[in-house]
């Protein structure tokens, strides 16, 4: 097996990009963040223009007055994005290719910077310095059944959430859905250790925080630390595997094997186990962002140089090494079924790509 890249398109900016995101692939509508301005890419397409011919074009929105932009995630044509005093923007994409900011923000924890958001199965999960945790359920579903309801995010800068103190080393989240009706699992990277959460459904239509459990560690003992986990920097978890990469290069791969347990002393109703499939040091630094392609069984892993490494997960093999960037790559989202691949960086570029894998 091996894999091909072809570099599509980039985008310049006016500073490190933090991250960048699909909208959607098809369209060629595209989402990226610096610390002062969130940008959104699309096709300037003109009357009886092809659209795949037409130029690119931007709309940008800067950073508020006295904060900058930390993280951002997508939710359909919206981007939430997170600052440095605590506060989550809502930025939105209408048909005319217009970017807006919604007047309302969500004050997650006034002034305390918020390291790290991730949203999976409806809810965002934002972690602010001193691990402090804010899980919002239900978020970003529409208002009602109606065609072309608007999203719920209103509701949320009306209320109080009461937030979660974990540990005070937390700095990456990573959430997983098994299944409809099971708890998500929430991984949390800390210094020495990747901590196991349960986050359980949500009842009615509450807004209010609710349970976040502890499950254990990151180990084929729950109870028990591995070694594997120390100094995580980035985490994917997607189709029953988890990709960790870490400061000094090392990349590792587990399986999440769950499955029911209605047992009478059952404490989470289902039984988790973490069986570890490979480590292998292909990077001689600290790896910065991770993806893969579960249906092929490929990973795409790059480091603070810029460089990209794609594992066959089956084999542990490198299949190719290639250079997308001259600096750090911030961010990484492959679209498999389409082999577009769009990736983030501090060298001031987005760039998208597309892939073959053979």
């Not at 999203?151 to 997983?176: D, G, H, T």
């Not at 089956?314 to 492959?334: C, D, E, G, Y």
Request: with cysteine; glycine share 4%; net charge neutral.
């Amino acid at each position: 097996m091996k894999t091909l890249e072809h570099l599509r398109h980039c985008f310049d900016h006016n500073g490190p990009v933090l991250t960048a995101a699909f909208i959607d692939v098809q369209k060629e509508q595209y989402f990226s963040l610096t610390e002062n301005r969130i940008y959104y890419w699309y096709r300037d397409c003109k009357q009886n223009e092809c659209p795949f011919e037409a130029p690119f074009a931007n709309a940008t929105e800067p950073s508020p007055t006295g904060a900058k932009f930390v993280d951002m995630v997508h939710i359909d044509h919206h981007a939430v994005v997170a600052d440095s005093c605590g506060v989550l923007h809502i930025y939105k994409v209408d048909n005319l290719n217009v970017l807006t900011k919604e007047e309302f923000t969500i004050v997650s924890m006034k002034d305390k910077c918020i390291i790290d958001i991730a949203y999976c199965n409806k809810n965002l999960y934002v972690l602010h310095e001193g691990g402090f945790l804010q899980r919002y359920p239900n978020f970003g579903i529409p208002v009602d059944d109606l065609p072309n309801s608007p999203l719920n995010f209103r509701v949320f800068s009306q209320q109080r959430n009461i937030e979660l103190k974990i540990q005070k080393e937390s700095r990456k989240l990573q959430p997983y859905h098994y299944k409809d009706g099971q708890p998500d699992l929430l991984f949390v990277a800390e210094s020495k250790t990747v901590r196991v959460y349960a986050a359980y459904p949500i009842v009615g239509t509450k807004c209010t925080m609710e349970v976040v459990s502890k499950c254990g560690f990151l180990s084929e003992i729950l109870s028990q630390k591995d070694i594997s986990a120390i100094d995580t920097e980035i985490m994917l978890a997607d189709d029953g595997l988890l990709l960790l990469g870490n400061k000094n290069g090392n990349l590792s791969c587990w399986e999440i094997a769950m499955a029911d347990d209605n047992s009478e002393n059952a404490q989470h109703k289902f039984k988790l186990q973490f069986k570890p499939i490979f480590s292998t040091w292909q990077h001689g630094m600290k790896i910065t962002a991770v993806d893969m392609c579960t249906k092929s069984l490929i990973s795409f892993s790059f480091d603070k140089d810029g460089c990209c490494v794609a594992m066959d997960l089956k084999s542990n093999r490198v299949v190719n090494k290639f250079i997308p960037h001259a600096k750090a790559v911030t961010s990484v989202q492959l679209d498999a079924k389409s082999g577009i691949m769009l990736t983030a960086s501090k060298d001031y570029t987005a760039k998208v790509w597309r892939v073959w894998i053979e």
